[in-house]
Every structure is written in C-alpha cells, then in structure tokens.
C-alpha cells in the first residue's frame, strides 16, 4: 500500500457502493507511528487509523490493536489515558482519500462501570442506541457516549449475536458519506491494564432503540463576525501605525 497521506493525498478516489460491506480482517499495528491500517476493508480500499495533531496514543498490549473474533476491528488502549483517533479510508493504489456511502459503524462493550467512554467529533447522520445503559451527552459538534456505572457486561465474542445486556452497551454510527472521522476513546481508570474497544459494520440492534441527530455546530451570530472583522482590521492599522 503507498501512503501519500496530507498534500500529496490529491488523486480523485472510488466512492464505495452502500451493498459494501467491510472487511477488518487484516489489521496491523505500528507500535512505533501509532498507526493501525486494516487493509482492503472494501475494493480497494484500506483503513488507516492514526493520532490526531501530535497526540499520543497508549496501548497496554500492541498486539490487541487490530483484528478480533475474526473479523471485527479492536482498539486497545492503557486505562487512565485517552486516544484522539482519526479513521481515514485510503484508496489502496494512490494514497489519497476514498469516500465510502451509507456506512454503519457500531462500537462495542462500552461499559466498565462508567469508565470506558467514546466521543464522535465529526458529524454523523445519526447515532443510535439502545434506550438503557448508555449515557449519552452532547456539544456542538460532539457526542459523547458512556457506559453505565453500574453495567459491566460480557466481553464480545461474535458481533453477529449479542445478547440484550450487550446491546445496551453498543451504539452504531451512521455517516451518509465519509472519508475520514475523528473519535476519541478515554479508558479510564488506574493505570496498569487496558481497555478494548470492538467495532464492526454488520450489525442490527434487535431491541428498541433511540436515534438522535449529530449536534450541528453552533453558527457564530452576524455580530460576532461583525466584531471579529472589525478586530481584524484595527490589529491591520496598529501594524501600519
């Protein structure tokens, strides 16, 4: 796979059709870069998953960061940290970006009495849940999820069957088109052990759910523009003065 990531990222990509569906089968942790790529998730397309903005990313084991069950993707991070991620899907051929259509993605095990919590910073058609267990608190935009205090349910095994308590600690993410979205993942807790963090596109809840629209940002008033440009121009006329 080329990765020309950033500026060099510039060929048109392949939009991927929705009857897709992904493959996290082949995951491969960079311990080093903290990069984690599942490759050829969709037809020519891979899955690069790296920090945002300089942060780091703490593993308790490096080897828990790729492929689970056989076919789901996982994410390990140290308890008492957090990981600002960025998922970015990558035409396989040319490096630059691939926008994929009509993508669930649903998270898993979001529990550990209340320690275990994920937040959507970039806008989702719609975020569903199960009406119990988690909580759920949202800003312009963000989501954030977390797992009840008092729910600590079976780790997950096969994401094709979940029994109801773990249902009530799942939550899909649907994006009508997307390239890339950012998500942050805080493990808490001491340090010392970590958290998994499961996730699959072939999933249905079979109990009653909530849907809820990503939060929009909130517009900057015209008076605030107003003052930001006049700001602007006397900082201009000091400089000149």
Known sequence: MKML?????VAAAPTIASAVSLDFSAGS????NDVLI??????????????????????????????????????NVATGTMADLRFSFVDSTTGGAATLTDIDLAFFDLDFAGQETLTLRSAAATITRVDTALSVTTEPGAVTLTGAADVNVA?????????????QAAVIFSFDSVSSFDLTFDAGGELGSGRNFIFDDDFAFTSTTTTIDFPAPVPLPAAGLLLIGGLGALAVARRRS
């Open 5 to 9: 990531l950033g500026a060099a990222a």
């Open 29 to 32: 942790f960079d311990a080093v």
């Open 38 to 75: 599942f490759s050829d998730v969709a037809t020519g397309t891979d899955l690069v998953i790296s920090t945002i903005g300089g942060s780091s990313w703490a593993s308790n084991n490096d080897a828990r960061n790729g492929t689970a069950n056989g076919d789901d993707g996982r994410i």
């Open 155 to 167: 780790n997950v095994t096969d994401s094709s069957s979940l029994s109801t308590e773990q249902e």
